[in-house]
């Protein structure tokens, strides 16, 4: 078995793990008011241990609502909400997975700001971390003491809800990260100074749940030993808190990298790549005997290489568990190939509980957080099923429909699956689009779907009128503006860029259009291919429909690769000098070898209304012909209109 050193168990302290995969820990977003989990968050958590994974840790639980500032993933401030935790270390248990209880006195200056009534508090009075114009509330000796007594009794609940361990959460510039760091611990009492001094908040934390749980309970701690930002904690710096806080009561570090200053850490987007975190490891290897958990964009290959190489002990996987829940049974029954990737993407983990307010789900796994209601059972009266399309609606209602037991044949114009998907996905920081593409190949293989390439569907096919069922998804093409000279020889549209690199000459690159599309685009020919590239944008930003949090990554990267980003910028003919351009300022005329168009796409409707308007009952249209969005958006319609079928 090629990753049977993941399978290989563990202790930490006395607790023994099953093997050396852990769930990171991950807010949901989901807890009611009152601070207990919902029924949803349950099932979750289940369904990862029922996937084969050693260890979860839950995401951080505060202490009580007032210092919970707004987060919903639940409190511990009363026994109210112990049988909702029983049931889900129950449940957890029943597959022989350990689950770990992770404690937060809060996030201090990272509360969001419209979550809350008043300023947050934190370690001193510094600038809230979203208003700067918002003081925060010091916390004196005597809220401290409140905060370790409020500590010992959420420690005592979680041992008696029989969690395995606690981890204590004092990562990504939280309350506990906020007294251990100098850049924003401006205390002169013995809570600040010194590494010891800065420390003591936490080391007193420790006390209070070793005070409740014994000597025998595991206590973890999860710390960033690289805040990455001017100013911030490096990881040289860490080393002396790491060894102050090893003081006999801690049996683990959980270690990665990162804070809200560098928010693309906390939420590692594809441009970081993999294993992005892992450096933290070896320095700390030398600093403390205890067992080390490191989590960061890891992905099977490169959690074996870090458990390999012994400079950790488990590999945290995060949204790959959400992307696939048996991720680990796959991987010990050697079935790497099965495995669905996790797309790194942001767009329906952390963006739907950032951006929407709402509970965490999945680009790649509508699933997620719907275990129950989203189940897929076989039915008892299998239908024929037409699927017309391989993008990745098509290609996800074939696999849903196929697991449901109907008879489903897939038609698609192109030589391979994966449509636009696949065909976009030439750039390293592209691989787990490609993987995506690759997986769903794998599964209808598998799942013995009646795969047709090279076929134009027409709408006149007899197979179409014999069908009960049709899902049609044809995707999208180029949308090509009426533009003087767009014809010119050196114009070619942002796909067919992606089919045949050959097409781009020269070493200067114009990009019309900076959306994600035509940005991503940049970056790639920029970075890896050496183009001086120049994107033209009529908006007044770049790449305004990527997820924000992913901007952060994807702007310095196209800075250090000396991207040129024209914002109100209007393309308004192509001559033989160049892209002419209207600014601010006036004309501007920009050199280029090759001009590629990234104007937006349109939708490819003539197929797809020809079929509805003759079998209208028993047609559903997916992916870009529903709405116009990105992979994910397509993957949810595929499932949606596969998982219908009865």
């Known amino acids: 078995m090629k990753f049977e050193k993941l399978f290989t ?27 207990r989990k919902d029924e949803q968050e349950i099932d979750y ?11 979860i840790i839950n995401g ?39 689950i770990v209880c992770q404690i937060s006195p809060g996030t201090g200056r990272n509360a969001f700001p419209d979550t809350m009534g008043r300023p947050p508090m934190s370690a001193s009075a510094i600038p809230s971390a979203f208003d700067p114009n918002v003081i925060c509330h010091a916390l004196t000796k005597e809220e401290i003491d409140e905060i370790m007594k409020g500590t010992e009794f959420a420690a005592g609940l979680a041992r008696d809800a029989g969690y395995d361990a606690i981890e204590i959460h ?66 040289d710096e860490s080393m002396a808190l790491l060894e102050a806080l090893d003081d006999g009561n801690i049996d683990a ?97 952390i963006g739907r509980i950032w951006n929407n307010h709402t509970k965490l789900s999945c680009a790649v796994n509508p699933e997620a957080m719907e275990e129950v209601r989203f189940h897929i059972t076989k039915s008892e009266q299998p239908q024929n099923v037409i699927i017309i399309g391989g993008g990745p609606a098509g290609l996800e209602a074939a696999r849903v429909a196929a697991l449901e037991g109907h008879h489903v044949a897939l038609y698609d114009a192109n030589k391979r699956l994966g449509g636009t998907m696949r ?23 598998r799942l013995h779907v009646d795969v047709h390439l090279n076929t134009y569907v027409t709408g006149d096919e007899d197979f179409l009128k014999a069908a009960d069922h049709i899902i049609v998804g044809t995707g999208t093409k180029p949308f090509t503006p009426s ?60 790449a305004k429909d990527a997820m924000f949090i992913n901007k952060i990554t994807l702007f310095r990267k196209l800075a250090e690769s000396h991207v040129t980003l024209l914002t109100n910028t209007k393309v308004t003919s192509i001559q033989e000098d160049g892209v002419h351009c209207q600014t601010n300022e006036g004309e501007k005329i920009l050199r280029a ?22 079998y209208h009952l028993k047609t559903r249209k997916v992916g870009d012909l529903f709405k116009l969005g990105k992979i994910g958006d397509a993957i949810r319609e595929g499932y949606y209109a596969g998982s219908a079928i009865e």
Not at 63 to 78: K, P, T
Not at 210 to 231: Q, T
Not at 513 to 524: K, V
């Open 9 to 35: 168990p563990y202790k930490i302290g006395k607790m023994e793990v099953k093997n050396r995969l852990v769930m990171s820990p991950m807010g949901t977003n989901s807890a009611f008011t009152n601070g």
């Open 45 to 55: 958590f289940i369904r990862r241990a029922k996937g084969g994974v050693g260890m």
């Open 60 to 98: 951080c639980q505060m202490l009580n609502e007032v210092i919970a500032q707004g987060s919903m993933e639940g409190y511990l401030d009363s026994y109210s909400v112990l049988p909702a935790l029983t049931s889900m270390v129950d449940g957890v248990h029943r597959y022989g997975t350990r």
């Open 170 to 235: 004092a990562h990504a510039g939280y309350l506990i990260d906020q007294f251990m760091s100098a850049c924003w611990n401006k205390r002169d009492d013995e809570y600040g100074g010194s590494a010891e001094n800065r420390t003591r908040f936490a080391r007193e934390m420790v006390a209070a749940i070793r005070r409740a749980v014994g000597k025998d309970m595991p206590i973890l701690f999860r710390m960033s030993l690289d805040h990455r930002f001017e100013g911030g904690r490096t990881l």
């Open 253 to 349: 570090f959980d270690i990665d990298a990162g804070c809200y200053e560098t928010l693309d850490y906390i939420f590692p987007p594809a441009y970081l790549g993999t294993a992005c975190m892992d450096y933290v490891c070896k320095e700390a290897r030398k600093h403390t005997d205890k067992v080390l958990l490191n989590a960061g964009t890891h992905d099977p290959e490169s959690a074996l290489r870090l458990i390999e190489s012994g400079e950790a002990d488990f590999a945290m996987l995060g949204r790959p568990l959400i992307a696939d829940p048996d991720l680990p049974n796959k991987l010990m029954h050697d079935h790497r190939e099965q495995v669905r990737p996790c797309l790194r993407c942001n767009e329906f983990c």
């Open 423 to 445: 065909t976009i996905a030439t750039a390293k920081f592209k691989e787990k689009i490609a993987q995506l593409a690759d997986y769903y190949e794998e599964e209808l293989t």
């Open 483 to 542: 533009i003087p000279g767009i014809e010119d020889k050196r114009v070619i549209d942002i796909i067919s860029a992606h089919k045949d690199e050959s097409q781009i000459k020269g070493e200067h690159v114009v990009i019309c259009g900076g959306g994600l599309s035509g940005c991503d685009a940049a970056l790639e020919l920029a970075s890896e291919k050496g183009k001086d590239v120049t994107v033209v944008e009529m908006m007044d930003e770049c």
């Open 593 to 614: 070898d090759t001009i590629i168009s990234a104007f937006g796409m349109r939708p490819v409707t003539d197929i797809a209304d020809k079929i509805d308007a003759k």
